[in-house]
Structures are given as structure tokens and as C-alpha cells.
């Protein structure tokens, strides 16, 4: 079962509605999808109300766990921290940060306002993680990912090599932005072992990681 925790639709600059993702995940496989747009507080509100109709139809018809979230994206490093609890208020389950990817302009000291809130559940895209945000990373529970997004993957290597020296729980997602992104046969698989990662760490993302990240964000 493939479980991916950041996803976009026709809500932010993705290409499907909700439910057209969902339905192509189930299809290739999926167990577990979070669907993740870029928010910020011009549009938050709308967004998660949006999404999460669509998570709950699905989960009512389909055997797939749909988790309705947010992207902070490209917002103030110095807002996270606040704008996190306010997404939470409005029913996002998964919050995630979009990282200092080298491939964009996200402010300095997005990283560090990610890791050293208690609010966050997943930095996304970190690029040039280093040791200390990994450090707070660990100690805050924050989940840090591994990316399969044109791009943003450029760092994975990095991300892999500060992250495990430190202890970081990593998640692998897709970042999909149409459902052609989508996981499907062994592809998780292979980017994690093209950014480094080992057998066993792979497995461990697999078998614990998923789940735990699942319990973090308090879905049952
Ligand atoms: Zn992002
Ligand atoms: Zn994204």
C-alpha cells in the first residue's frame, strides 16, 4: 500500500479536483493520501473546507484514508509558527511547510520556523537542511521529506545524509501536482534508494514512519 502525504489539486496550481486525485490514487494503489495545497491566509479557510468534503466522500465509498491538509507556502518564515495553529483551527489535519528548496525563493529561516514549532507536522523540501534544523527536527517531532518533485529533489542526497546523522524520521511523498505524478508500481521505492536511503531505511519509513506520522497528526 503506498501511503503519500503531499499532494495538490485544482485548489492551488495543481490539475484535478479532490476527489480526481483520490480516485486515480486509490486506483494505483494508494492506502493513504494527504492532500496538501498551498495555503496561506488569503485562502486557508476555503481550501480546507473544500478538501475536506472530498476526503470524507471518498473515505465514505473507497477503502483509502484521505487526510486533508495545507501547504504553507512561500508565507513569512516569521508567520509559521501562528498560521500553523490557524490551520488546525479550520480542520487541517496535516499541516506541512514548503522548505527553503534551492529551486524557488522561499525566504531564509523558513526551515528553522518550521522545525522549532510545535505546531508543524512535516517540512517539506528542506534543500540545504543542516545539521541543526535536523537537530530540531528531531526534537520537535517534525517529520522531514524526501521529495520525488523535479526540483525540489535536487537535495534529497543531503537531506538523506544530515537527516539520518541526526535521527530524522523521513516520509517519502510525490508532491503531485496531476495524477501523473502519482506513485505507482515500485517508484517510491527507487527514489528512496536514488537519494541514498538503505534497505532498511526504507523499510522503516515504510513499516513505522508512516504510521507514526499518522498517529501524530491524530488520524484514526
Ligand atoms: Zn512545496
Ligand atoms: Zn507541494
Not at 3 to 11: E, G, K, L, R
Not at 161 to 186: E, P, Q
Request: charge should be negative.
Amino acid at each position: 500500500m503506498i501511503y503519500d502525504f503531499h499532494t495538490h489539486t485544482f485548489f492551488s496550481d495543481g490539475v484535478s479536483s479532490p476527489i480526481e486525485l483520490i480516485r486515480f490514487a486509490y486506483a494505483y494503489g494508494y492506502g493513504c493520501i494527504g492532500i496538501s495545497d498551498h495555503a496561506s491566509y488569503s485562502n486557508m479557510d476555503q481550501l480546507i473546507e473544500s478538501i475536506r468534503r472530498d476526503c470524507e466522500l471518498a473515505e465514505k465509498y473507497w477503502d483509502i484514508k484521505a487526510v486533508p491538509g495545507v501547504e504553507l507556502t512561500n508565507v513569512p518564515a516569521g508567520s509559521i509558527d501562528q498560521m500553523e495553529k490557524d490551520a488546525k483551527k479550520p480542520g487541517a489535519m496535516l499541516v506541512v511547510v514548503h522548505g527553503e528548496t534551492i529551486v524557488e525563493e522561499v525566504e531564509e529561516g523558513t526551515n528553522m520556523a518550521a522545525v522549532s514549532s510545535k505546531h508543524v507536522d512535516l517540512l517539506a523540501h528542506p534543500g540545504l537542511l543542516t545539521p541543526e534544523e535536523a537537530k530540531l527536527a528531531v526534537e520537535n517531532d517534525i517529520y522531514i521529506e524526501i521529495t520525488s518533485r523535479t526540483g525540489h529533489n535536487l537535495c534529497n542526497g543531503r537531506v538523506v545524509k544530515i537527516g539520518r546523522d541526526a535521527g530524522v524520521k523521513f516520509l517519502i511523498n510525490s508532491d503531485s501536482h496531476c495524477h501523473n505524478d502519482l506513485y505507482r508500481g515500485d517508484f517510491k521505492r527507487e527514489v528512496a534508494f536514488g537519494s541514498g536511503l538503505d534497505e532498511k531505511e526504507y523499510e522503516e519509513i515504510i513499516k513505522v514512519n508512516q504510521q507514526g506520522f499518522l498517529k501524530k497528526i491524530g488520524y484514526s
